[in-house]
């Protein structure tokens, strides 16, 4: 089934630098969007990319989609201690109202 | 204040027993899922209602249950049928089914006893 694998599983940055993840997925989609994840709670909605968009920003986000490798990538600058939580991408199913969401990046930010 | 609201934060089972999540929400949006994580893994869709009084199965509804007789109630039902029940659910709504962001609670650990 259509899903998005998150690269690299787990990454660890000091405070300050950027901190960048990837979203593979098969097929082809309508939308992708970013969540994070603090430990033990609810998911948190980032950004939402369309597919017929390449880029788009919020804040220290940015968010990019190459709809021919079928990836996308999140890269947040200027990291900072709060940054460090599990990040998800989730992928629409055209034809279906689900979302797939794959396995998460835990990043940690270390002061 | 707007949300979306998840009790207990915290429930056991004993074997053979059913158990209810509740969900509520008051955003007035349409439609409402549920998820199952375990743990180091992502998000899996047990199952989702687009509207009031009805709801579909998702990619793992074995052993669990639903209702939609109210817009902002959502409650998922982990029946003695489930084998492996103990997880962290998460419940979440959005405006409509398509295409939409997501709205999570804050989730419910299922342990059993």
């Known amino acids: 089934s259509q899903q998005g694998e998150e690269d690299p599983q787990a990454l660890s940055i000091q405070e300050g630098e950027n901190a960048t993840m990837n979203c593979s997925y098969k097929?082809?989609?309508?939308?992708l969007q970013w969540y994070r994840q603090n430990s033990g709670r609810g998911l948190v909605h980032l950004i939402l990319?369309?597919?017929?968009?390449r880029e788009k920003h919020s804040g220290r986000l940015r968010v990019t989609l190459d709809t021919s490798k079928k990836s996308s990538s999140l890269l947040i600058t200027a990291s900072r201690a709060a940054d460090t939580a599990s990040y998800f991408c989730?992928?629409?199913?055209?034809?279906?109202?689900?979302?797939?969401f794959g396995t998460g990046t835990r990043l940690k930010v270390l002061a | 204040d707007g949300g979306i609201t998840q009790s207990p934060k915290y429930l056991f089972r004993k074997e053979g027993q059913n158990v209810t999540l509740s969900c509520e929400q008051n955003?007035?949006?349409?439609?409402m899922y549920w998820y199952r994580q375990d743990p180091g893994q992502g998000l899996r869709l047990i199952y989702y209602?687009?509207?009031?009084?009805?709801?579909q199965k998702g990619d793992i509804a074995e052993g669990y249950s639903v209702s939609r007789e109210k817009k902002e109630s959502f409650p998922l039902t982990v029946t003695s049928a489930q084998k492996n029940p103990t997880a962290f659910y998460l419940c979440?709504?959005?405006?409509?089914?398509?295409?939409?962001?997501?709205?999570f609670g804050p989730g419910t650990r299922l342990l059993v006893l």
């Open positions: 979440a709504s959005s405006i409509r089914t398509d295409q939409e962001t997501q709205y």
């Open positions: 097929t082809s989609i309508n939308n």
């Open positions: 990319i369309r597919s017929n968009e």
């Open positions: 989730a992928t629409d199913a055209p034809g279906t109202y689900k979302y797939i």
């Open positions: 955003l007035n949006h349409d439609a």
């Open positions: 209602s687009q509207i009031v009084n009805d709801f």
